[in-house]
């Protein structure tokens, strides 16, 4: 029942910057923690950063320092501001619920990250 919407993907030169969106709707958007999942190919789909209700943070270790997730829930909106883009970010990044859902089929498309070296 809950629809994401990823956008802000693109092609970007390593040590360049990215912002990604991601567009929520549903209900109690406000209460539930999010995060952005991204999968590399021929990789396990992987969490890169959460953010609980009440704005705690946590990111995977190789991101740290260089990510940032924030989220404005008067637009049931999340966002991940990347800096320092290192060719190993190549991905697609979704965005979703945290812990992720036991459902398969409740990803949307994400978003594509390319960093070339």
């Known amino acids: 029942q809950v629809q994401l919407v990823e956008s802000g993907g693109g092609l970007v030169q390593a040590g360049g910057s990215l912002t990604l969106s991601c567009a929520a709707s549903g209900s109690m958007f406000s209460i539930k923690a999010m995060a952005w999942y991204r999968q590399a190919p021929g990789k396990q789909r992987e969490l890169v950063a959460g953010i609980t209700s009440g704005g705690r943070t946590t990111y995977v270790d190789s991101v740290k320092g260089r990510f940032t997730i924030s989220r404005d829930n008067a637009k049931n909106t999340v966002y991940l501001k990347m800096n320092s883009l290192k060719p190993e970010d190549t991905g697609v990044y979704y965005c979703?619920?945290?812990?992720?859902?036991?459902?398969?089929?409740?990803w949307g498309q994400g978003t594509q990250v390319t960093v070339s070296s």
């Open positions: 979703n619920i945290m812990p992720p859902p036991p459902w398969s089929g409740s």
